[in-house]
């Protein structure tokens, strides 16, 4: 409930800030604890990325990231699995320490080549001192969408691939949803693809397959998929599995010269 959830934040926030007036002399500046950037992955993701000093940690409650820029909507952020325990207020949190990448969809119909995104997050020591919430604005260039030709190798490219998920006590993702895909143009002769995947899911190397059907004058080249995680499979055997994000070009052979780009 609104209530309950803003009375408990409250709480929080009393006792995180007279923990801090009690040990100030214990904290470092912010900027030194935490560093935060922001980047245009392509022109449909936006990662964020916390570099977290040791002894401290970012906690998943409570983060907000949104939109400054009308023009740009955000999607639902990506969190990667954090490290679970019990706090005497809070109850059940996840936090992270070294570093967090979140990332981002985002839509920008109006082709901007900049935005603002805004971001607020509670952080705090692994002696149970805390900071105020940190709150930043920061700029991002946004690399255009790409204008699709009618000899667009996107608009042929078709993927195969199989995951699983960890958690067989929660709901079934939709695929789209647990392994959403994503590819782009980098030139006329390379393509990058990408799966954002979902918590408790992974992905398997050796199922991954692209091809181009029906591509007039374009094939896809040899291209190599990085290598991940070892696992012994109760149904393939020893495999590779990719959590989180898997992410590769793949090389355009061209018989047909005609220019790619409007």
Known sequence: MPVIKSTLFILWLTFCQSVLALSQA???????????????????????????ADGFMVYRNNLRIHSKTDAVELGKPLFPVGTIKQDELLGTVEHYHHQLKVTVPYTNQARLSQMHVFVQYQACSEQGVCYPPQKQTLPVSLPLPVIKAASDPLSSLVKSFSGFKTNANSELLPPDQAFQFFASVKNANTLHVNWVIADAYYLYREKVQLALLGADGVELGAYQIPHGTPKVDEAFGQVEIFHNELAFDIPLVRSNKTPFFD
Do not use: D, H, M
């Not at 980047?39 to 964020?48: D, T, V, Y």
């Open 26 to 52: 214990e904290l470092v500046p912010p900027k030194a604890a935490f560093t935060l950037s922001a980047q245009a992955l392509n022109a449909e993701q936006l990662e964020l990325n916390w570099q977290i």
